[in-house]
């Protein structure tokens, strides 16, 4: 979302879906698919800071995460799995 008010012009970034995170919204680990995806999420909010000359901020967590940095904080893994987030997702 991007707002040009002239004053203080901002844009907001959201990611909607498990293939930035460490595991999917079951909780199982995908470390195939976050190895692929993360770095091109990091990618992309650094080139947003560089084109819109601002440092990113981050925004409140989430049931499904939070940032850190330019990517998403890794979740708690608890006997190989991460949370399992389908209550929301699916329900």
Same mark, same amino acid.
């Given at each position: 979302?991007?707002?040009?008010?002239?004053?203080?012009?901002?844009?907001?970034?959201?990611?909607?879906?498990?293939?930035? $995170?460490?595991? *999917?919204?079951? @909780?199982?680990?995908? !470390?195939? &698919?976050?190895?692929?995806?993360? +770095?091109? %999420?990091?990618? #992309?909010?650094?080139?947003?800071?560089q084109l819109l000359g601002a440092e990113a901020e981050p925004g409140?967590?989430?049931?499904? $995460?939070?940032? *850190?940095?330019? @990517?998403?904080?890794? !979740?708690? &893994?608890?006997?190989?799995?991460? +949370?399992? %987030?389908?209550? #929301?997702?699916?329900?």
């Amino acid at each position: 979302m991007v707002s040009p008010d002239e004053i203080v012009p901002s844009a907001e970034l959201s990611v909607h879906h498990d293939v930035w $995170g460490l595991c *999917d919204f079951r @909780g199982e680990p995908h !470390p195939t &698919i976050h190895a692929a995806n993360a +770095p091109r %999420l990091s990618s #992309a909010l650094q080139e947003l800071v560089q084109l819109l000359g601002a440092e990113a901020e981050p925004g409140e967590p989430t049931y499904y $995460g939070r940032a *850190d940095g330019y @990517g998403l904080e890794a !979740p708690d &893994i608890i006997d190989g799995r991460g +949370p399992d %987030l389908t209550d #929301a997702v699916f329900g």
